[in-house]
């Protein structure tokens, strides 16, 4: 699938006020944020156990961006946002996928009045579909544990607190049948240290599932990353 073609997906956004980027009034996002924003980081230092795609930094107006998404529900930024996500997708697998979000805090959905993560990946899925990869958002985990926000807590502390926090809804995990073909990838809007994502894709695996992939919007930038494109 080619960048311009998911470019030109996201084109078509009705924008209607100031950009998130760079505040020019009459779009939530410029094309020069958008453009600025298009740009894949490489591996995470992290996570080496599966192959990962970013679609971007978390800084700037990608990080405003999905801020405004999540916090204060700008909407309209789930087009591009998702966009993001199936372009990092598309470099992991170009087959029938199954998006597999991580579940979000009760909390957090309560003051948002949606589960955000999962918009976007219901987005990228379309956004996949459409440009001839098939691909489905499925809910194989649920949050168990509540573990707190990670904000301010070092990697070890968010490796160490997010220990047992999900489970498998083995009803889900027992449809899988009848995606024989799909590959499956945990999808998440930021990736920071990766201990979530990372601790979702080992309770898959326990579960028996198998994990293709990690792909996420953005990462919080790091020395070790290098720019993909
Ligand atoms: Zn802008």
């Known amino acids: 699938m080619g960048a ?12 209607s006020r100031s950009c998130v980027g760079c505040d020019v009034l009459g779009t939530t996002l410029c094309p ?5 924003m298009c740009r894949q980081v ?6 080496t156990a599966w192959p990962v795609a ?3 930094r978390y800084q700037d107006q990608a990080k405003a961006a999905i801020i405004a998404h999540k916090e204060h529900g700008v909407r309209s930024l789930t087009a591009p946002l998702g966009t993001l996500l199936a372009c990092a997708i598309a470099t992991l697998t170009t087959g029938p996928t199954l998006l597999v979000t991580i579940p979000p805090h009760r909390d957090s959905v309560r003051a948002r009045g949606a589960d955000t993560t999962s918009l976007i990946a219901h987005r990228a899925a379309q956004v996949l579909t ?13 949050r168990h544990l509540d573990n707190g926000k990670h904000v301010g807590r070092s990697a070890a502390q968010r490796q160490e607190a ?7 809804r083995q009803k889900q995990i027992v449809k899988l049948a009848k995606f024989a073909g799909y590959r499956i990838i ?13 601790e979702a894709a080992h309770t898959l695996i326990k579960a028996d599932v198998i994990v293709a992939g990690i792909a996420a919007v953005a990462g919080t930038p790091s020395h070790s990353w290098q720019s993909a494109t």
Not at 32 to 36: G, Q, T
Not at 162 to 168: E, Q, S, V, W
Request: include cysteine.
């Open 42 to 47: 490489g591996p995470h230092p992290q996570i």
């Open 186 to 198: 945990v999808v998440d809007d930021v990736i920071t240290t990766g201990a979530t994502t990372l």
């Open 130 to 142: 459409h440009a001839h990869q098939p691909a489905r958002v499925q809910q194989l985990l649920i």
């Open 162 to 168: 997010i220990k047992g926090a999900f489970l498998p």
């Open 54 to 56: 970013i679609g971007t």
């Open 32 to 36: 020069s944020c958008w453009a600025s």
């Open 4 to 15: 311009g073609r998911l470019l030109d997906s996201c084109i078509d956004l009705v924008l």
